[in-house]
Nanobody, 119 residues
Framework: QVQLVESGGGLVQAGGSLKLSCAAS????????MSWARQAPGKRLEWVSG????????AYADFVKGRFTISRDNAKNTLYLQMNNLVPEDTALYYC????????????RGQGTQVSVSS
């Protein structure tokens, strides 16, 4: 069965950086598009970034474009999200999913990793 384990979250000051990781198992990672989404308290899940199976064509939501970078290591079955110049509005629980794009919480099956940005 699909298992996705996010890690790398934490508390950081505005302007700081974090790198999230997502360890994947239970499916053929190298053949699957992947994405990150996030959910802030009291808000709906929102898609953040997606990447194709071969690592090409990374796509980003406008609110993270130029600050976040998605990447993957197919040899390690791991997805990454480098987050720079963080702002308090980035505070959320971050999830990875084996889809290219979705705003459906059911598509993101991990427990998430908490990112908190202080002003």
């Amino acid at each position: 069965q699909v298992q996705l384990v996010e890690s790398g979250g934490g508390l950081v000051q505005a302007g700081g950086s974090l790198k999230l990781s997502c360890a994947a198992s239970g499916f053929t990672f190298k053949n699957s598009a992947m994405s990150w989404a996030r959910q802030a308290p009291g808000k709906r899940l929102e898609w953040v970034s997606g990447i194709l199976a071969d690592g090409s064509n990374p796509a980003y939501a406008d609110f993270v474009k130029g600050r976040f970078t998605i990447s993957r290591d197919n040899a390690k079955n791991t997805l990454y999200l480098q987050m720079n110049n963080l702002v308090p509005e980035d505070t959320a629980l971050y999830y990875c999913g084996n889809v290219l794009y979705s705003n459906n919480r059911d598509e993101y099956r991990g427990q998430g990793t908490q990112v908190s940005v202080s002003s």
